[in-house]
Protein backbone atom coordinates (compact mmCIF):
# COMPACT_ATOMS: atom_id res chain seq x y z
CA UNK A 1 0.00 0.00 0.00
CA UNK A 2 1.08 3.54 -1.09
CA UNK A 3 0.26 4.80 2.49
CA UNK A 4 2.49 2.47 4.39
CA UNK A 5 6.11 2.93 2.27
CA UNK A 6 5.49 7.01 2.50
CA UNK A 7 3.29 7.80 5.40
CA UNK A 8 0.14 8.97 5.73
CA UNK A 9 0.83 12.25 6.29
CA UNK A 10 2.57 12.77 3.02
CA UNK A 11 -0.20 11.09 1.08
CA UNK A 12 -2.89 13.89 2.76
CA UNK A 13 -0.05 16.40 1.90
CA UNK A 14 0.03 15.49 -1.60
CA UNK A 15 -4.30 15.11 -1.88
CA UNK A 16 -4.32 18.29 -0.54
CA UNK A 17 -1.97 20.25 -2.77
CA UNK A 18 -4.34 18.40 -5.99
CA UNK A 19 -7.28 19.32 -4.24
CA UNK A 20 -6.32 23.23 -3.35
CA UNK A 21 -5.12 23.67 -7.62
CA UNK A 22 -8.51 22.86 -7.85
CA UNK A 23 -9.91 25.08 -5.62
CA UNK A 24 -7.95 28.18 -5.26
CA UNK A 25 -8.51 29.27 -9.02
CA UNK A 26 -13.04 28.62 -8.32
CA UNK A 27 -12.36 30.77 -5.26
CA UNK A 28 -10.88 33.37 -7.36
CA UNK A 29 -13.48 33.46 -10.03
CA UNK A 30 -16.32 32.86 -7.09
CA UNK A 31 -14.98 36.25 -5.48
CA UNK A 32 -13.74 37.84 -8.92
CA UNK A 33 -10.68 38.31 -7.10
CA UNK A 34 -7.56 39.63 -9.51
CA UNK A 35 -4.73 38.13 -7.74
CA UNK A 36 -0.80 38.63 -8.71
CA UNK A 37 1.37 35.78 -8.65
CA UNK A 38 1.28 32.57 -7.01
CA UNK A 39 -0.56 32.10 -3.05
CA UNK A 40 1.06 31.44 -0.03
CA UNK A 41 -0.89 28.66 1.00
CA UNK A 42 -1.07 27.63 4.49
CA UNK A 43 -2.88 24.17 5.81
CA UNK A 44 -5.04 25.15 8.83
CA UNK A 45 -6.62 21.47 9.08
CA UNK A 46 -5.37 18.28 7.42
CA UNK A 47 -6.89 14.67 9.03
CA UNK A 48 -8.32 11.96 7.32
CA UNK A 49 -12.24 12.11 7.48
CA UNK A 50 -12.52 15.65 7.73
CA UNK A 51 -12.48 18.54 5.52
CA UNK A 52 -9.44 20.02 4.27
CA UNK A 53 -8.98 23.43 6.04
CA UNK A 54 -6.34 25.92 4.68
CA UNK A 55 -5.50 30.04 4.87
CA UNK A 56 -4.26 31.78 1.22
CA UNK A 57 -2.29 34.69 1.24
CA UNK A 58 -2.40 36.68 -2.06
CA UNK A 59 -1.21 40.36 -3.63
CA UNK A 60 -4.58 41.46 -5.44
CA UNK A 61 -4.68 43.82 -8.27
CA UNK A 62 -5.73 47.24 -7.08
CA UNK A 63 -9.26 48.12 -7.50
CA UNK A 64 -9.37 50.63 -10.22
CA UNK A 65 -12.04 53.08 -11.05
CA UNK A 66 -11.83 54.28 -14.51
CA UNK A 67 -12.97 58.02 -15.38
CA UNK A 68 -14.90 58.26 -18.75
CA UNK A 69 -11.64 57.50 -20.98
CA UNK A 70 -13.96 57.53 -24.19
CA UNK A 71 -14.86 61.23 -23.53
CA UNK A 72 -10.90 61.62 -22.29
CA UNK A 73 -9.68 60.23 -25.84
CA UNK A 74 -12.53 62.11 -27.99
CA UNK A 75 -11.57 65.31 -26.46
CA UNK A 76 -7.65 64.44 -27.11
CA UNK A 77 -8.29 62.75 -30.42
CA UNK A 78 -10.68 65.33 -31.97
CA UNK A 79 -8.23 68.34 -30.99
CA UNK A 80 -7.15 70.09 -34.24
CA UNK A 81 -3.64 69.23 -35.34
CA UNK A 82 -0.51 71.00 -36.41
CA UNK A 83 -0.45 71.14 -40.36
CA UNK A 84 2.66 68.29 -41.58
CA UNK A 85 4.15 70.07 -43.82
CA UNK A 86 7.75 68.77 -45.66
CA UNK A 87 9.82 71.77 -46.89
CA UNK A 88 12.62 71.59 -49.50
CA UNK A 89 15.17 72.31 -47.36
CA UNK A 90 14.42 69.12 -45.01
CA UNK A 91 14.32 66.37 -48.15
CA UNK A 92 17.57 68.26 -49.75
CA UNK A 93 18.95 67.58 -46.10
CA UNK A 94 18.62 64.02 -46.24
CA UNK A 95 19.17 63.40 -50.01
CA UNK A 96 22.65 65.04 -48.79
CA UNK A 97 23.20 62.99 -46.10
CA UNK A 98 22.20 59.99 -48.17
CA UNK A 99 24.95 61.26 -50.62
CA UNK A 100 27.91 61.43 -47.78
CA UNK A 101 26.85 58.05 -46.38
CA UNK A 102 27.17 56.84 -49.83
CA UNK A 103 30.70 58.61 -51.01
CA UNK A 104 32.08 57.38 -47.39
CA UNK A 105 31.23 53.50 -48.58
CA UNK A 106 32.38 53.76 -52.11
CA UNK A 107 35.26 55.83 -50.36
CA UNK A 108 35.85 53.11 -47.59
CA UNK A 109 35.98 50.17 -50.74
CA UNK A 110 38.57 52.02 -52.25
CA UNK A 111 40.77 52.48 -49.62
CA UNK A 112 40.96 48.91 -49.07
CA UNK A 113 41.78 47.95 -52.33
CA UNK A 114 44.38 50.50 -52.05
CA UNK A 115 45.76 48.78 -48.56
CA UNK A 116 45.77 45.69 -50.15
CA UNK A 117 47.89 46.82 -53.19
CA UNK A 118 50.01 48.89 -51.30
CA UNK A 119 50.71 47.28 -47.68
CA UNK A 120 53.00 49.22 -45.02
CA UNK A 121 52.72 52.58 -47.24
CA UNK A 122 51.23 55.16 -45.63
CA UNK A 123 48.02 57.10 -46.56
CA UNK A 124 46.47 60.32 -45.82
CA UNK A 125 42.78 60.77 -45.68
CA UNK A 126 41.11 62.92 -48.13
CA UNK A 127 37.79 64.51 -47.93
CA UNK A 128 35.33 62.61 -49.15
CA UNK A 129 33.57 63.71 -52.55
CA UNK A 130 29.82 63.80 -52.96
CA UNK A 131 28.41 61.44 -55.31
CA UNK A 132 27.08 62.97 -58.15
CA UNK A 133 23.02 63.84 -58.48
CA UNK A 134 22.31 61.59 -61.23
CA UNK A 135 19.03 59.32 -62.12
CA UNK A 136 21.87 56.44 -62.15
CA UNK A 137 22.78 57.57 -58.55
CA UNK A 138 19.41 56.84 -56.98
CA UNK A 139 19.43 53.94 -58.92
CA UNK A 140 22.05 52.72 -56.57
CA UNK A 141 20.24 54.17 -53.78
CA UNK A 142 16.85 52.04 -54.01
CA UNK A 143 15.83 51.02 -57.37
CA UNK A 144 14.78 54.67 -58.60
CA UNK A 145 14.48 55.57 -61.50
CA UNK A 146 14.75 59.11 -61.28
CA UNK A 147 16.17 61.92 -58.93
CA UNK A 148 12.76 63.14 -58.69
CA UNK A 149 11.26 60.14 -57.81
CA UNK A 150 14.04 59.33 -55.21
CA UNK A 151 13.26 63.14 -54.08
CA UNK A 152 9.49 61.95 -53.80
CA UNK A 153 10.23 59.09 -51.78
CA UNK A 154 11.97 61.02 -49.39
CA UNK A 155 8.92 63.72 -49.02
CA UNK A 156 6.99 60.79 -48.46
CA UNK A 157 8.56 59.07 -45.68
CA UNK A 158 9.31 62.31 -44.07
CA UNK A 159 5.66 62.93 -44.09
CA UNK A 160 5.12 59.65 -42.31
CA UNK A 161 7.23 60.35 -39.83
CA UNK A 162 5.66 63.52 -38.84
CA UNK A 163 2.68 61.69 -38.90
CA UNK A 164 3.89 58.50 -36.37
CA UNK A 165 5.11 61.65 -34.34
CA UNK A 166 2.10 63.43 -34.20
CA UNK A 167 0.06 60.32 -33.68
CA UNK A 168 2.65 59.54 -30.62
CA UNK A 169 2.38 62.84 -29.31
CA UNK A 170 -1.17 62.49 -28.84
CA UNK A 171 -1.21 59.03 -27.13
CA UNK A 172 1.32 60.60 -24.66
CA UNK A 173 -1.38 63.21 -24.08
CA UNK A 174 -4.12 60.52 -23.42
CA UNK A 175 -1.78 58.64 -21.19
CA UNK A 176 -1.12 61.13 -18.94
CA UNK A 177 -4.92 62.29 -18.96
CA UNK A 178 -5.70 58.55 -17.92
CA UNK A 179 -2.65 58.21 -15.08
CA UNK A 180 -4.24 62.12 -13.64
CA UNK A 181 -7.49 60.36 -13.27
CA UNK A 182 -6.86 57.18 -12.07
CA UNK A 183 -5.04 57.06 -8.92
CA UNK A 184 -4.44 53.63 -7.50
CA UNK A 185 -1.56 52.08 -5.54
CA UNK A 186 1.20 50.19 -7.48
CA UNK A 187 1.92 46.55 -6.04
CA UNK A 188 4.81 46.40 -4.68
CA UNK A 189 5.42 42.70 -6.53
CA UNK A 190 4.52 44.39 -9.67
CA UNK A 191 6.61 47.41 -9.58
CA UNK A 192 9.96 44.91 -8.96
CA UNK A 193 8.80 42.69 -11.67
CA UNK A 194 9.16 45.41 -14.08
CA UNK A 195 12.26 46.99 -12.83
CA UNK A 196 13.98 43.16 -13.77
CA UNK A 197 12.19 43.96 -17.12
CA UNK A 198 14.13 47.01 -16.97
CA UNK A 199 17.41 45.86 -16.10
CA UNK A 200 17.10 43.09 -18.61
CA UNK A 201 16.29 44.81 -21.61
CA UNK A 202 19.22 47.35 -20.11
CA UNK A 203 22.06 45.09 -19.56
CA UNK A 204 20.57 43.50 -23.09
CA UNK A 205 21.00 46.79 -24.87
CA UNK A 206 25.03 47.57 -23.17
CA UNK A 207 25.81 43.88 -24.32
CA UNK A 208 25.11 44.54 -27.78
CA UNK A 209 27.35 47.36 -27.78
CA UNK A 210 30.11 45.24 -27.12
CA UNK A 211 30.46 45.98 -23.32
CA UNK A 212 30.08 43.49 -20.32
CA UNK A 213 27.37 44.77 -17.67
CA UNK A 214 29.35 44.38 -15.03
CA UNK A 215 32.39 46.97 -16.09
CA UNK A 216 29.98 49.31 -17.28
CA UNK A 217 28.32 49.41 -13.72
CA UNK A 218 31.73 49.62 -12.22
CA UNK A 219 32.98 52.98 -14.47
CA UNK A 220 29.17 54.49 -13.91
CA UNK A 221 30.02 53.59 -10.26
CA UNK A 222 26.54 52.27 -9.52
CA UNK A 223 25.27 48.83 -8.64
CA UNK A 224 22.20 47.39 -10.19
CA UNK A 225 20.04 47.80 -6.75
CA UNK A 226 21.00 51.33 -6.97
CA UNK A 227 19.95 51.97 -10.97
CA UNK A 228 16.58 50.50 -9.73
CA UNK A 229 16.22 52.60 -7.08
CA UNK A 230 16.51 55.34 -9.24
CA UNK A 231 13.73 53.43 -11.93
CA UNK A 232 11.27 53.60 -9.13
CA UNK A 233 9.49 56.15 -10.46
CA UNK A 234 9.60 54.63 -13.73
CA UNK A 235 8.80 51.52 -12.86
CA UNK A 236 5.15 52.40 -11.81
CA UNK A 237 4.54 54.35 -14.03
CA UNK A 238 4.86 52.03 -16.98
CA UNK A 239 2.87 49.32 -14.51
CA UNK A 240 0.15 51.80 -14.22
CA UNK A 241 -0.21 52.40 -17.60
CA UNK A 242 -0.32 48.61 -18.54
CA UNK A 243 -3.32 47.85 -15.77
CA UNK A 244 -4.91 50.73 -17.19
CA UNK A 245 -4.59 49.49 -20.54
CA UNK A 246 -5.94 46.24 -19.30
CA UNK A 247 -9.12 47.67 -17.35
CA UNK A 248 -10.27 49.16 -20.33
CA UNK A 249 -9.39 46.24 -22.48
CA UNK A 250 -11.44 44.09 -20.49
CA UNK A 251 -14.26 46.42 -20.15
CA UNK A 252 -14.19 46.96 -24.63
CA UNK A 253 -13.21 43.07 -24.45
CA UNK A 254 -10.63 43.87 -27.14
CA UNK A 255 -9.02 40.86 -27.67
CA UNK A 256 -6.32 40.39 -30.19
CA UNK A 257 -7.20 37.52 -33.14
CA UNK A 258 -5.16 34.25 -32.19
CA UNK A 259 -3.98 34.34 -35.74
CA UNK A 260 -2.36 37.25 -35.83
CA UNK A 261 -0.99 36.32 -32.52
CA UNK A 262 0.22 33.06 -33.75
CA UNK A 263 1.94 34.87 -37.12
CA UNK A 264 4.06 37.37 -35.36
CA UNK A 265 5.33 34.68 -32.34
CA UNK A 266 6.31 32.72 -35.18
CA UNK A 267 7.94 35.65 -36.63
CA UNK A 268 9.96 35.88 -33.49
CA UNK A 269 10.99 32.66 -33.31
CA UNK A 270 12.03 32.77 -36.85
CA UNK A 271 14.29 35.63 -35.73
CA UNK A 272 15.38 34.45 -32.42
CA UNK A 273 15.35 30.15 -32.58
CA UNK A 274 16.08 30.23 -29.12
CA UNK A 275 13.60 32.17 -27.71
CA UNK A 276 10.64 30.66 -25.36
CA UNK A 277 7.39 30.22 -27.40
CA UNK A 278 5.46 30.95 -24.92
CA UNK A 279 6.70 34.01 -23.23
CA UNK A 280 7.30 35.30 -27.50
CA UNK A 281 3.31 34.74 -27.27
CA UNK A 282 2.87 36.27 -24.58
CA UNK A 283 4.59 39.46 -25.63
CA UNK A 284 3.18 39.77 -28.99
CA UNK A 285 -0.54 39.22 -26.96
CA UNK A 286 0.47 42.51 -24.58
CA UNK A 287 1.99 44.58 -27.80
CA UNK A 288 -1.59 43.61 -29.54
CA UNK A 289 -3.73 43.86 -27.23
CA UNK A 290 -2.28 47.41 -25.90
CA UNK A 291 -2.52 48.42 -29.83
CA UNK A 292 -6.14 47.56 -29.70
CA UNK A 293 -6.97 49.36 -26.89
CA UNK A 294 -5.28 52.75 -28.27
CA UNK A 295 -7.11 52.10 -31.73
CA UNK A 296 -10.46 51.96 -29.65
CA UNK A 297 -9.63 55.20 -28.01
CA UNK A 298 -8.29 56.87 -31.02
CA UNK A 299 -11.72 56.01 -32.77
CA UNK A 300 -13.36 57.77 -30.28
CA UNK A 301 -12.09 61.12 -32.21
CA UNK A 302 -14.46 59.95 -35.01
CA UNK A 303 -12.55 57.61 -36.53
CA UNK A 304 -9.41 60.00 -37.32
CA UNK A 305 -7.20 58.64 -39.54
CA UNK A 306 -3.60 59.55 -38.73
Same mark, same amino acid.
Given at each position: ????????? #???????????????????????????????????????????????????? =? $?? @??? *???? /???? !? @???????????????????????????????????????????????????? =???????????? !?? +?????? $????? /??? *?????? /?????????????? $?????????? =????? &?????????????? !???? %???????????????????? $????????????? !? /????? +? %??? *??? =????? #????????????? +??????????? &???????? @????? &??? %? +? *????
Amino acid at each position: MLVGKVGES #VVLHEMAEAALSDVYPEILREKALKAIGAPKITLTKLAHGNPLGFKAEVTLL =P $EV @VLP *NYKE /IAKK !I @VAAPDEPILVTGEETENVLTDLRKNWGKTEAKDTRQETRDKRQGDEEKETET =PLPELTDAFAGK !IG +GFKTVA $ELRAK /IAE *NLKEEK /IARQKEKKRVTLID $ELLAKTPFPV =PEMLE &EAEKERMMAEFKGN !ITRM %GVAPDEYFLKLKKTEAEMKK $EWTETAQKKVRIQ !I /ILDEI +G %GKE *NLV =PEEKE #VQAEAERIMKAFP +GADLARARAYV &EGILSNEK @VFAFL &EGQ %G +G *NKTY
